[in-house]
């Protein structure tokens, strides 16, 4: 295969969980720096269930702000239910496919219900909120968006516990998918809307065969957030930590 279009996930794989990309000035083999490299030879895709304000925090900030560059950048936040381009001298997300108030409606409720099964239980202190509307999705977080690293990545390292959620989730809401993400984030969002739906949608804007685009994600297996990439791009590398991603992009760049 030889790829056109290299896509990524976002948490876990480019950064760790809702942290910025490495950005060290001293080093020209950060991320930041292999991001910028990469835009000089491929079209970069970036797709995540992340809003954009996030992909600003935690990676358009940390890369090159030339415009030439970042031409060749695809953004696609909430798994791509919006595609951002960059034209005269800013990001154009043009607006998408929002949840109606039924729709969040039912999915609030569903969480309610399905807390009570679980026996979860709000934490007393949280970082910003636990539920958040996101347009075309709503994101699940335990302890809130913002919560610290170390308190995120003790809660589910083994995925047990948003697996039993997503089961009872999907009894409650039928027609909505949910969606590993992050250290303790669900994504629900209508069906069709996963890596698989963004991907298709970045391919018929480029009017690219599928077999050109190479996926790089950390949750590629069975149920994980990346899985549905693996319907739509012509090939997929599962890595672990950004720091895999980093040698996958050093390989490109030879
Ligand atoms: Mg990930």
């Avoid at 991001?35 to 304000?53: E, T």
């Avoid at 991907?199 to 190479?214: D, M, V």
């Amino acid at each position: 295969m030889t790829p056109e279009i290299i896509a990524f996930d976002i948490d876990g794989t480019l950064t760790r969980s809702k942290s910025p990309i490495e950005d060290n000035p001293n080093v020209d083999t950060d991320m930041s720096d292999l991001l910028n490299k990469l835009l000089a030879r491929y079209k970069v895709a970036i797709i995540s269930g992340a809003s954009f304000s996030q992909f600003k925090n935690q990676i358009l900030t940390h890369l090159t702000k030339d415009a030439d560059l970042l031409k060749n950048l695809y953004l696609l936040p909430t798994n791509g239910s919006t595609l951002c381009t960059y034209g005269e001298e800013d990001w154009q997300c043009p607006p998408s496919d929002q949840l109606s108030e039924d729709e969040k409606k039912k999915i609030y409720e569903a969480f309610d219900k399905m807390f009570a099964e679980v026996g979860f239980v709000i934490p007393q202190h949280v970082y910003g909120e636990v539920i958040e509307d996101r347009g075309s999705q709503i994101t699940f977080s335990a302890f809130g968006q913002s919560a610290p690293l170390e308190v995120k990545e003790a809660w589910d390292k083994d995925h047990k516990k948003r697996e039993e959620m997503i089961t009872v989730l999907a009894k409650y809401l039928p027609d909505f998918a949910s969606h590993i993400g992050g250290a303790t984030s669900i994504d629900v969002t209508r069906k069709w809307i996963d890596k698989a739906y963004g991907l298709e949608k970045l391919l018929k804007y480029l009017g690219t065969e599928s077999t050109h685009l190479l996926f790089v994600g950390d949750e590629l297996q069975p149920g994980g957030n990346d899985s549905p990439a693996l319907r739509v791009a012509g090939k997929c590398i599962a890595v672990k930590n950004p720091e895999e991603t980093k040698k996958i992009i050093q390989g490109l760049l030879v």
